[in-house]
């Protein structure tokens, strides 16, 4: 079905299915590493590319395909490159835009592994990177060298929940001919479109808000144009590190009531960072959806809601944090986040352990700071749960 003209959830639900002989309502598994040619000319036409078609599971997959059809239409992309992970979708980018004597400018607090795997190791290959508060753009202007081929930014940033604009993000890249790369993964395409506002590439953990449900790893990559599509295609494939058709088969699953869980989840994220924010034991907290964020005004602007990720302080610091993690009933002690559970995690000591100390504090993330991804429980359990863990600290 063509879906192209029609709204968001419809697209969730059809966008990308595979015209079945059966008449299957789903995309079926199709668990299969290699594809029959028809004959001799019919497999040379496919390695030609003469004709489309399937050949080996690592290079596409009709399983695969389908998701990556069905996500490329929610971004507004050329196409969509599945990958094993939300990492395999990172350095499948960092490989075919980066070479030897190449620099990126990053967010500073973006995901920890996507800085730890160009710090610890695309710099033993003469890479080099900038990381910065990409929410000052003077602080991005100010990074630019003859040599910057990304620009990497992470908004909301993961944990420190700062925005970084990425309209002008993309006229500073345009200016200086550098690649605007974007993981979106804490607003999914539902929340945020970066291609629609310059981004040359997007990319998601699909691991979190698109799958949901806290059962399977993947990543997938969104391009523009069909250029940037060819250049990091091949990559990923070269790699291995393509999705597997029972991962798709999953993730499409769980990214048809992405609406509705992100919805729910919103609703009970912006009234419990009210309530934390009038809590007298709270220190800060930032959430989009508060008039108090920073950037209150670039949120309404650039995301269609303000998602259910926030992070806070409490007053007595790193004790008081874990003190509130050792007593929460409801909320699960675990990192990853954007399922339908409410989970809690202290990213200076968990996610972001890998960052030194000097550079975490540097991309603000104190060892007070608590990150809650908010869930779809109710919100009155989700409130007492905090406030009983409260009273303990
Ligand atoms: C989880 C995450 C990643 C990495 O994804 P994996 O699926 O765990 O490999 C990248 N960016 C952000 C913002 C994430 O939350």
């Not at 008039?291 to 269609?304: G, I, N, T």
Request: hydrophobic share 40%; aromatic share 6%.
């Amino acid at each position: 079905m063509d879906t192209k003209n029609k709204g968001f959830n419809t697209k969730l639900i059809h966008a990308g299915n595979l015209e079945d002989p059966f008449g299957s309502a789903t995309v079926p598994i199709y668990q299969s590493s290699t594809f029959s040619f028809r004959n001799a000319q019919h497999g040379a036409n496919l390695f030609s590319g003469k004709e489309n078609g399937f050949i080996y599971t690592r290079i596409s997959n009709p399983t695969i395909k389908a998701l990556e059809d069905n996500i490329a239409e929610l971004e507004n992309g050329y196409g969509g490159i599945a990958t094993s992970s939300g990492m395999g979708a990172v350095s499948s980018i960092y490989m075919s835009l980066l070479e030897k004597g190449a620099h990126m400018i990053s967010t500073a607090s973006v995901y920890g592994p996507s800085r730890g795997l160009m710090e610890n190791h695309f710099s033993r290959f003469g890479v080099e990177a900038t990381f910065v508060d990409t929410s000052v753009l003077d602080n991005i202007r100010a990074s630019v060298q003859p040599n910057t081929k990304i620009l990497f930014i992470e908004t909301p940033s993961n944990p420190t929940i700062q925005l970084t604009d990425i309209k002008a993000c993309s006229k500073i890249a345009t200016e200086h001919g550098i690649t605007l790369v974007v993981d979106n993964t804490f607003c999914s395409p539902y929340l945020q479109n970066p291609l629609d506002l310059g981004a040359d590439v997007v990319f998601h953990s699909v691991t979190k808000f698109i799958n949901g449900h806290a059962d399977i790893v993947g990543g997938i990559i969104v391009t523009k144009t069909r250029e940037f599509y060819q250049k990091i295609r091949p990559l990923m494939v070269t790699l291995g590190n393509n999705m597997d058709p029972h991962q798709a088969f999953m993730v499409h699953r769980g990214v048809k009531t992405l609406s509705l869980r992100i919805e729910k989840a919103q609703e009970n994220a912006m009234k419990i960072a009210a309530w934390l924010e009038q809590h007298p034991k709270i220190k800060w907290i930032k959430y989009p959806g508060l008039a108090s964020h920073p950037q209150h005004e670039l949120a309404k602007k650039q995301m269609r809601g303000f998602g259910s990720m926030m992070s806070f302080e409490i007053k007595g610091g790193l004790k008081a944090g874990e003190k509130l993690m050792n007593s929460v009933k409801l909320a699960l002690l675990a990192v990853s986040l954007g399922g339908v559970e409410t989970l809690i995690q202290h990213p200076a000591s968990m996610t972001h352990s890998g960052i030194p100390g000097e550079e975490k504090l540097k991309a603000g993330i104190t060892d007070g700071l608590v990150r809650l991804s908010v869930g779809i429980e109710n919100v009155e359990d989700q409130i007492a749960d905090l406030e009983q863990a409260l009273r303990n600290v």
